[in-house]
């Protein structure tokens, strides 16, 4: 399953500043009706974003200048193992994505991009990324009913899906 977004953005969506080299900037993937949007803002403007629809997810990176050609390109493909990275960044322990990173995680799995390294002290599943040499603990929820419906909604406007009748609003 591939997912496509928006590439990074150069520059604050808050004050139109350009991001330097090491700016910490926070990430939202927003749905506004069907259309889905990435925003990126500055860190220390994050509070003055205004948001407009459902924020699906959120996380903080460090901007690195893009030095190769062509990566404007790559950026546009960002695939779920990219969006799984990104949430699982240190220093980026929003646990409102907590069913996100477990279901891509299982699925990552299973494509064979990450492998199981059993658990962590606290009982998290530990995974281990080769690409980036990195062991990941994932949160570990009850997978329930409620979770796959929240994942599916959430995957489900990456990909396109029209939502479930028992998730659209009555009119």
């Not at 003055?48 to 997810?57: D, I, R, S």
């Not at 064979?112 to 995974?127: D, I, M, N, T």
Request: charged share 30%.
């Amino acid at each position: 399953m591939e997912l496509h977004l928006q590439p990074r953005s150069a520059s604050c969506s808050v004050s139109g500043k350009e991001f330097a080299e090491g700016d910490r900037v926070v990430s939202f993937l927003v749905r506004e009706g069907a259309e889905l949007k990435r925003l990126d803002c500055s860190a220390e403007v994050e509070t003055q974003a205004v948001v407009q629809g459902e924020v699906l997810c959120r996380w903080t990176r460090v901007h690195k200048a893009t030095v190769r050609a062509g990566s404007a390109d790559r950026e546009l493909r960002m695939t779920a193992e990219s969006l799984f990275l990104a949430l699982t960044e240190e220093g980026n322990p929003v646990e409102e994505n907590a069913d996100l990173k477990q279901f891509l995680a299982l699925m990552l799995e299973r494509k064979r991009v990450l492998k199981a390294r059993g658990r962590s002290s606290e009982g998290r599943p530990l995974f281990f990324h080769a690409a980036s040499n990195r062991t990941i603990e994932v949160p570990a929820g009850e997978m329930d009913a409620a979770f796959f419906v929240a994942v599916r909604e959430k995957l489900g406007v990456l990909l396109g899906e029209p939502a479930s009748p028992a998730a659209q609003p009555e009119q």
